[in-house]
Nanobody, 124 residues
Framework: QVQLVGSGGGLVQAGGSLRLSCAAS????????MGWFRQAPGRENEFVAAISWSGRIPYYAASVKGRFTISRDNAKNTVYLQMNSLNPEDTAVYYCAADPYGVGSPRRAEYDYWGQGTQVTVSS
């Protein structure tokens, strides 16, 4: 079992930055691939980024590539999402998720554990 707690969301102006964190419990965090997803009001849950257990293989949605960076610190059981050049279309609840078996996937079904979500609001 893994419990995930996301944090770092907030209100930011367009063009600004935020860093989300997701702290995981459990001794097996370092063997899990991790992902970030988001859901805006009235829209489907959307893949944002994923990273392999080693941290060497990141993967991004086209809409965030070049602006967002996913990273992890296995010693701290934490995965991060650095978000730069934010725009109002990035407004959503952001969820971190853990995939015990893969190397990082854009498919929600691959993830067994989910955090509670953290709100990101970008004003124009």
């Amino acid at each position: 079992q893994v419990q995930l707690v996301g944090s770092g969301g907030g209100l930011v102006q367009a063009g600004g930055s935020l860093r989300l964190s997701c702290a995981a419990s459990g001794r097996t965090f370092s063997s899990y691939a991790m992902g970030w997803f988001r859901q805006a009001p009235g829209r489907e849950n959307e893949f944002v980024a994923a990273i392999s257990w080693s941290g060497r293989i990141p993967y991004y949605a086209a809409s965030v590539k070049g602006r967002f960076t996913i990273s992890r610190d296995n010693a701290k059981n934490t995965v991060y999402l650095q978000m730069n050049s934010l725009n109002p279309e990035d407004t959503a609840v952001y969820y971190c998720a853990a995939d015990p078996y893969g190397v990082g996937s854009p498919r929600r079904a691959e993830y067994d554990y989910w955090g509670q979500g953290t709100q990101v609001t970008v004003s124009s």
